[in-house]
């Protein structure tokens, strides 16, 4: 199993990033997709989620209007769009696969840094 997350790095407030989690190992359509995020002295935080499908979608309300998941199962991976990003969004962004039986995969994770 491997999520493998890409697509982080260094943007200037306002700007936008779209990250990548590319999943194998396992039948991608049948997890539910979710990302987090972890800023240094904070606990990991749900950003967004989407399901087996990608019929239903959520964010959190720090970044309702700026984020939006999607998720592509052909590719196997999923999506996470940044617009309008702030510093306060500076993390480490983690993907992670949920199955219907409560099993969990976790990518290594890839760093936003939002800075002018």
Do not use: H
């Not at 967004?48 to 499908?53: P, R, V, Y």
């Amino acid at each position: 199993v491997q999520l493998v997350e890409s697509g982080g790095g260094l943007v200037q407030p306002g700007g936008s990033l779209r990250l990548s989690c590319a999943a194998s190992g396992f039948t991608f359509s049948s997890y539910r997709m979710s990302w987090y995020r972890q800023a240094p002295g904070k606990e990991r935080e749900l950003v967004a989620g989407i399901s087996s499908t990608g019929g239903n979608t959520n964010v959190a309300d720090s970044v309702k209007g700026r984020f939006t998941i999607s998720r592509d199962n052909a590719k196997n991976t999923v999506y996470l769009q940044m617009n309008s990003l702030k510093p306060e969004d500076t993390a480490v962004y983690f993907c992670r696969a949920t199955g219907i039986w409560g099993n969990m995969y976790w990518g290594q994770g890839t760093q936003v840094t939002v800075s002018s």
